[in-house]
């Protein structure tokens, strides 16, 4: 099984457009050459989410492969993980249905969109498992964190390679993260005694103070414009690879 990189770059999301800011890759060249920018600056691996013609976010068990070939030959080396997020568009069915056959190795999945069919989940997580298919668990809140002790099986929850990514903050939330909102998470790891490979990926100003509190803490950094498009004095970063070179200044050497 591949490590989380230490490093992942989530350049676009599901939501955000032009406006939103001006260098936000929506084109899969876009995306591609955002991608080898910020491997050039240290990212290790890419959280890819495609558009379709107009813009909105696409689950597509096609356009992930030429996606994934394209990237391959740009940006050798760089993980590349695909998303399943539903984004108010894909039911639970579509969502297994792309993880399942999109031929990538590294996936995201939102426990709580994927449990809105809560019987078909754990056959579909041993599924992933099956067939090598890497999953990392997005979790949103302590909610998430139990409902995921009750739906992995327990072989996969004690795995050594199980993945998780904390969300912390929200898409227009009252406020930003805060890198204390971490510490629930980290409490419960500990009071489950489990120890997976995990991240993660902060919304607001204080994207890049969550994001070094979390390496301290033995994490691994989801950065990006999904998440932010701020840098830590709270000017607006020029493209995504400028919050890669940011962030890679700041951690420590490892």
């Not at 939103?20 to 050039?40: F, G, M, S």
């Not at 996606?67 to 539903?86: F, K, S």
Request: aromatic share 6%.
């Amino acid at each position: 099984m591949t490590a989380l990189p230490r490093i992942m770059v989530a350049p676009n999301g599901a939501r955000l457009q032009k406006s939103d800011h001006p260098a936000l890759p929506l084109t899969l060249d876009e995306i591609a050459e955002t991608a080898a920018a910020c491997q050039a600056e240290g990212a290790g691996g890419l959280h890819l989410h495609l558009r379709d013609a107009d813009g909105r976010h696409l689950l597509d068990t096609a356009a992930y492969p030429a996606a994934c070939d394209l990237l391959a030959d740009r940006c050798p080396g760089l993980m590349v993980q695909i998303t399943t997020e539903a984004a108010g568009r894909y039911d639970p069915e579509t969502q297994r249905r792309v993880a399942l056959n999109s031929g990538a190795r590294h996936v995201s999945v939102a426990l709580r969109e994927i449990c809105r069919e809560p019987g078909a989940a754990p056959g579909f997580f041993s599924q992933c498992a099956e067939r090598g298919i890497q999953v990392q668990h997005i979790l949103y809140d302590m909610a998430d964190a139990r409902r995921l002790a009750d739906t992995l099986p327990p072989d996969l929850l004690r795995a050594p390679g199980l993945q998780l990514l904390f969300v912390l903050g929200r898409y227009g939330g009252p406020s930003g993260a805060r890198p204390v909102d971490l510490d629930p998470y980290l409490a419960w790891m500990a009071d489950a005694g489990l120890a997976p490979d995990w991240a993660i990926c902060a919304f607001g100003q204080a994207e890049t103070d969550c994001l070094l509190y979390a390496a301290e803490q033995g994490g691994k950094c989801r950065v990006g414009f999904e998440n932010s498009r701020l840098n830590r004095d709270g000017t607006t970063a020029r493209d995504n690879a400028e919050r890669v070179r940011e962030l890679r200044r700041l951690l420590p050497a490892g």
